[in-house]
């Protein structure tokens, strides 16, 4: 029995060297009962105490011992199997809390709070310093500003200075107390450079951007439609009283006083609408706008469509926008000089007046002026548009003022046309230069990308493209009459003449004109505008033209300035059928 007592080995410390369970402040009964249940009494019997069993048994008076020993080895191995379980339990705990704050120091950005944190302590105690210097320097100086008094030996004179260093010093500190703040903000910083964030390209945004700025630009735009409905006499009775008005307060000099007090009473008419009383005063009457349609309520077409909508109001008010802006800089910089002259000595003239004649009677002149030009020339030359283009100067000035693309376009055609001159020299007077057609009239060349106009659609040389399609309009021609790929459906331009419609088609076999097509407009049965794919947005991008000849209808596809091409050929094929017409006999 005493070699078996010493084979039992124990692993771990003492049991001594721990605490007891209910003086152990990390565990609980819970906790116990629960690794009780998790871990069985199992007792573990080694290899040499399987072998000493039959030993065991033989030996009779080795009974008592063995039977008081066994009990005192289940104990022990049930203390080191209770002790093991709470280390494992501690050492769990301890792994899954590291485990959850290195995720909490993942996802809070602590080291980036504490850096500003720390800044913002720096500028504290810098700002605590620079005050602490600042009355340190006020209290210093106080007292060299104060006169020097003798000293006097009586103690009660030196009492008196301290009393009245310390009186000075408590002003100065309330003084600084009291306007210390509005001090601090004249003293001079380095700018700081904010770099503004730009928003991503949106459709949304920029549908919402649109009707922001055309919900901002309605009062101005009401303003101006008010004033033109003045000028203009829509309402008589109205333009008669602000005339009257007008030309008695410019008679008596009240003009800025009585555009002063329209302000004022146009504001406190504002204040009475913010207030909600319903005032609706217009010399023009509102023009109602069509409800907007919901978004849910939109297809995937029509959503796109308005996206295009947007878009095309976009691009046509930054064209408007660039025209004025374009214009008033030409004006300035002499780009025209016979209408910048015309600045030139209205502003000399201006600036004369203002330096010889008093001001009462300059604004006297100036509101007269202004009033009969508002009321009534406006009115005079509105209504004759032959006289406003002879006399009219500031519409003749405007209107004549040139955009910078349009000097681009002209300086193109000033270059073709001396490139044209020279070439015309040095024939002497012979044919046009192959690629060239010539108009009688004008004295201009048309041609196409293979040659002169007429001879490639075998036309006589009066014919020529219009005006509005000198480029002509990129197209394909969808023929449904043809079953092969290469005739069903052709690329190339479409022009129109003054009696035909002509396609150039852009095959390889550019020497063959088989392929390009010539449609007399008087033979033409039916135009009308067609969209090819139904499944595409909008309105469509094709002209259907049908003709005698033609079982199916002839479409011009893809084509970019579809509504410009079709106006310009429906106006030439009504002019055509109209002369046409009255040509014919029958009438």
């Known amino acids: 029995m005493r070699k078996r007592l010493d084979k039992i080995r124990f692993r771990g410390h003492r049991r001594d060297e721990f605490l007891d369970q209910p003086e152990s402040p990390n565990t609980s009964d819970t906790e116990c009962s629960e690794e009780v249940q998790m871990k069985p009494q199992i ?21 008592g ?12 191995r049930t203390d080191l199997n209770e002790v093991k379980g709470h280390l494992e339990i501690a050492l769990l705990e301890k792994h899954f809390l590291q485990e959850e704050l290195r995720k909490l120091k993942e996802e809070s950005n602590v080291d980036a709070l504490k850096q500003e944190l720390e800044k913002e302590r720096c500028r504290r105690i810098d700002l605590e310093q620079k005050v602490n210097d600042a009355l340190k320097s006020r209290l210093e100086d106080s007292p060299s500003r104060t006169p020097k008094t003798p000293p006097s030996p009586s103690p009660a004179g030196s009492s008196t200075d301290k009393q009245d ?8 500190k309330r003084l600084y107390e009291r306007f210390g703040v509005h001090i601090e903000d004249f003293r001079f910083q380095p700018e700081e450079n904010t ?3 730009e928003e991503p390209l949106s459709a949304r945004r920029l549908t919402e951007n649109m009707r922001r700025l055309k919900r901002g630009f309605r009062p101005v735009t009401n ?3 008010n004033l033109s409905a003045l000028s203009s006499w829509y309402s008589v009775y109205t333009s008669a009283i602000a005339f009257i008005v007008y030309m008695y307060a410019a008679w008596r000099g009240w003009v800025i006083p009585m555009f002063l007090f329209l302000a004022i009473l146009r504001l406190s008419l504002n204040y009475l609408i913010a207030k909600g009383w319903r005032i609706q005063w217009s010399i023009v009457p509102d023009i109602s706008e069509p409800p907007e349609p919901s978004k849910e309520d939109l297809t995937v077409s029509e959503k796109f469509q308005l996206v295009l909508d947007v878009a095309q109001r976009a691009q046509n008010l930054f064209g408007k926008m660039a025209n ?4 008033i800089k030409n004006l300035f910089m002499w780009v025209r000089p016979e209408l910048t002259q015309k600045l030139y000595v209205g502003l000399w003239v201006a600036f004369i007046s203002s330096c010889l004649l008093p001001y009462k009677l300059l604004g006297f002149i100036i509101g007269v002026y202004a009033g009969i030009k508002f009321f009534i020339i406006d009115f005079i030359l509105k209504s004759c548009p032959k006289l406003r283009q002879r006399f009219d100067t500031p519409y003749i000035i405007w209107t004549n003022l040139p955009t910078d693309l349009q000097l681009k376009e002209r300086s193109h055609t000033t270059v073709s046309r001396r490139v044209q001159a020279v070439g015309s020299r040095g024939n002497l007077g012979a044919a046009a230069p192959p690629g060239l057609n010539r108009d009688e009239d004008g004295g201009r060349y048309y041609s196409t990308k293979r040659g002169a106009f007429h ?7 009066s014919e020529h493209p219009l005006a509005e399609c000198v480029n002509g309009w990129r197209c394909c021609l969808i023929n449904r009459d043809k079953k092969t790929p290469s005739d069903y459906i052709r690329h190339g331009v479409l022009y129109v003449t003054e009696n035909y419609l002509c396609f150039e088609s852009s095959s390889s076999r550019s020497g063959s004109t088989k392929r390009n097509k010539v449609i007399k407009l008087t033979e033409i049965k039916d135009i009308q505008k067609y969209k090819v794919l139904s499944v595409l947005p909008g309105s469509g991008m094709g002209i259907s033209i049908a ?3 033609t079982q199916k209808p002839m479409v011009f596809g893809a084509m970019i300035h579809r509504d410009e091409a079709f106006d310009a050929i429906y106006s030439q094929y009504r002019k055509m059928m109209v002369i046409a017409t009255a040509a014919s006999p029958e009438t």
């Open 324 to 327: 004025i802006l374009e214009k």
């Open 455 to 461: 001879e490639v659609f075998n036309l006589s040389e």
């Open 547 to 549: 003709t005698p000849t």
């Open 223 to 225: 303003f101006m439609r």
């Open 43 to 63: 007792p573990v019997r080694e290899p040499e105490e399987q072998r000493e069993v039959d030993g065991e048994q033989q030996s009779d008076a080795q009974a």
């Open 165 to 172: 260093d310390s009186l000075s010093n408590n002003f100065l």
């Open 195 to 197: 770099v503004e964030t």
């Open 65 to 76: 011992l063995g039977s008081f020993s066994a009990p005192l080895q289940d104990d022990s």
